[in-house]
Protein backbone atom coordinates (compact mmCIF):
# COMPACT_ATOMS: atom_id res chain seq x y z
CA UNK A 1 0.00 0.00 0.00
CA UNK A 2 1.52 3.67 -0.98
CA UNK A 3 0.04 6.26 0.51
CA UNK A 4 0.45 10.24 -1.23
CA UNK A 5 0.41 13.55 0.13
CA UNK A 6 0.50 16.29 -2.46
CA UNK A 7 1.53 19.50 -1.29
CA UNK A 8 2.75 23.29 -2.33
CA UNK A 9 -0.64 24.41 -4.16
CA UNK A 10 -2.32 27.99 -3.59
CA UNK A 11 -2.99 31.20 -5.27
CA UNK A 12 -0.42 32.67 -7.96
CA UNK A 13 -1.05 35.55 -10.24
CA UNK A 14 -0.57 34.66 -14.19
CA UNK A 15 2.71 34.28 -15.02
CA UNK A 16 3.75 32.68 -12.20
CA UNK A 17 5.51 29.78 -10.23
CA UNK A 18 4.70 26.96 -8.24
CA UNK A 19 6.10 23.98 -6.90
CA UNK A 20 4.01 20.74 -6.37
CA UNK A 21 5.67 17.63 -4.23
CA UNK A 22 4.01 14.28 -3.81
CA UNK A 23 5.44 12.64 -0.58
CA UNK A 24 4.85 8.67 -0.64
CA UNK A 25 4.90 6.57 2.40
CA UNK A 26 4.42 2.87 3.01
CA UNK A 27 6.22 1.61 0.27
CA UNK A 28 8.86 2.71 -1.47
CA UNK A 29 8.20 4.50 -5.30
CA UNK A 30 11.15 3.59 -6.60
CA UNK A 31 9.66 0.92 -8.89
CA UNK A 32 6.72 2.29 -9.61
CA UNK A 33 5.55 4.70 -12.33
CA UNK A 34 4.37 8.26 -11.19
CA UNK A 35 1.94 10.72 -12.76
CA UNK A 36 -0.12 13.90 -11.98
CA UNK A 37 -3.41 14.51 -13.26
CA UNK A 38 -5.51 17.74 -12.21
CA UNK A 39 -9.08 18.42 -12.05
CA UNK A 40 -10.80 21.71 -12.43
CA UNK A 41 -14.28 22.24 -11.47
CA UNK A 42 -16.86 20.64 -13.71
CA UNK A 43 -14.69 18.46 -16.09
CA UNK A 44 -13.54 15.17 -15.62
CA UNK A 45 -9.65 14.55 -14.25
CA UNK A 46 -7.02 14.82 -16.72
CA UNK A 47 -3.33 13.61 -17.00
CA UNK A 48 -0.55 16.37 -16.69
CA UNK A 49 2.52 14.66 -16.52
CA UNK A 50 3.81 11.29 -16.24
CA UNK A 51 7.81 10.25 -15.21
CA UNK A 52 9.00 6.66 -15.77
CA UNK A 53 11.05 4.83 -12.17
CA UNK A 54 14.07 6.15 -13.17
CA UNK A 55 13.32 9.52 -13.94
CA UNK A 56 14.58 8.46 -17.13
CA UNK A 57 10.94 8.76 -19.59
CA UNK A 58 8.70 11.47 -19.15
CA UNK A 59 5.60 12.34 -20.86
CA UNK A 60 3.62 15.78 -20.68
CA UNK A 61 -0.03 16.99 -22.44
CA UNK A 62 0.16 19.37 -24.70
CA UNK A 63 -0.73 22.29 -23.02
CA UNK A 64 1.79 22.32 -20.24
CA UNK A 65 4.52 21.45 -22.27
CA UNK A 66 7.62 23.63 -21.88
CA UNK A 67 6.01 24.86 -18.51
CA UNK A 68 6.02 21.93 -16.35
CA UNK A 69 8.62 19.44 -15.22
CA UNK A 70 8.36 16.44 -13.94
CA UNK A 71 10.93 15.39 -11.26
CA UNK A 72 11.09 12.75 -8.21
CA UNK A 73 13.66 11.91 -5.81
CA UNK A 74 13.55 8.15 -5.47
CA UNK A 75 15.91 8.39 -2.07
CA UNK A 76 13.40 11.01 -0.78
CA UNK A 77 10.20 9.01 -2.15
CA UNK A 78 8.60 11.96 -3.58
CA UNK A 79 7.75 13.22 -7.12
CA UNK A 80 7.52 16.75 -7.84
CA UNK A 81 5.39 19.47 -10.43
CA UNK A 82 7.32 22.25 -11.57
CA UNK A 83 5.30 24.80 -12.75
CA UNK A 84 6.23 28.28 -14.80
CA UNK A 85 4.18 30.59 -16.82
CA UNK A 86 0.84 29.89 -15.10
CA UNK A 87 -1.90 30.58 -16.83
CA UNK A 88 -5.56 30.76 -15.07
CA UNK A 89 -6.33 27.50 -17.27
CA UNK A 90 -4.15 25.92 -15.28
CA UNK A 91 -6.32 26.40 -12.38
CA UNK A 92 -7.76 22.58 -10.57
CA UNK A 93 -7.20 20.44 -7.81
CA UNK A 94 -3.82 18.63 -8.97
CA UNK A 95 -3.45 15.52 -7.88
CA UNK A 96 -0.06 12.25 -7.77
CA UNK A 97 -0.82 9.05 -8.53
CA UNK A 98 1.16 6.15 -8.58
CA UNK A 99 1.12 2.79 -10.92
CA UNK A 100 2.92 -0.31 -10.65
CA UNK A 101 5.47 -0.88 -13.36
CA UNK A 102 9.10 1.22 -14.19
CA UNK A 103 6.82 2.88 -17.28
CA UNK A 104 4.75 6.09 -17.54
CA UNK A 105 1.06 6.11 -18.49
CA UNK A 106 -1.02 9.09 -19.51
CA UNK A 107 -4.24 6.67 -18.77
CA UNK A 108 -6.06 7.63 -15.62
CA UNK A 109 -7.01 3.30 -14.74
CA UNK A 110 -3.74 2.27 -14.58
CA UNK A 111 -2.76 4.35 -11.52
CA UNK A 112 -3.61 1.91 -8.08
CA UNK A 113 -2.94 4.91 -5.77
CA UNK A 114 -4.01 8.74 -5.73
CA UNK A 115 -3.16 10.94 -3.23
CA UNK A 116 -6.01 14.05 -2.02
CA UNK A 117 -4.68 16.48 -4.46
CA UNK A 118 -3.88 20.00 -3.84
CA UNK A 119 -5.77 23.14 -5.08
CA UNK A 120 -3.52 25.63 -7.55
CA UNK A 121 -5.91 28.88 -8.70
CA UNK A 122 -4.35 30.97 -10.73
CA UNK A 123 -5.53 34.72 -10.91
CA UNK A 124 -5.76 36.57 -14.22
Known amino acids: QVQLVESGGGLVQAGGSLRLSCAAS????????MGWFRQAPGKEREFVAAISWTGGSTYYTESVKGRFTISRDNAKNTVYLQMISLKPEDTAVYYC?????????????????WGQGTQVTVSS
Open 26 to 33: GRTISSYG
Open 97 to 113: AAKYGSRWSQWRGEYAY
